[in-house]
């Protein structure tokens, strides 16, 4: 499974963005779909998570901000970044969970990373 992602840039405090990321290639079906970022000198977190059903989980620093969502005909998961902070820059990158056969094991796959940027 290939990741792509677009969406991120340089926006101002209090911005907003909308990060998308879109799978493709040979699978069977994608079960969870979320969002990760990494900003200079600190781990990669998760931001954000949603679920083959839909059910969804967010970091405490972006509940309230951000949301995560997906379309499940495009195979393709968004973050809309709302009421953005400087501590929000960091470079964001998408993790899908798929199957390769109905009886397969999960897989993991990671995009290629968007960076953000929001200036003070």
Not at 75 to 81: I, R, S
């Amino acid at each position: 499974v290939q990741l792509q992602a677009s969406g991120g840039g340089l926006v101002q405090t209090g911005g907003s963005l909308r990060l998308s990321c879109a799978a493709s290639g040979s699978f069977f079906s994608i079960n969870a779909m979320s969002w990760y970022r990494q900003a200079p000198g600190k781990q990669r977190e998760l931001v954000a998570i949603i679920t083959s059903g839909g059910s969804t989980n967010l970091a405490d620093s972006v509940k309230g901000r951000f949301t995560i969502s997906r379309d499940n005909a495009k195979n393709t998961v968004y973050l809309q970044m709302n009421s953005l902070k400087p501590e929000d820059t960091a470079v964001y990158y998408c993790n899908v969970i798929f199957y390769r056969a109905r009886d397969s094991g999960s897989f993991a796959s990671w995009g290629q990373g968007t960076l953000v940027t929001v200036s003070s």
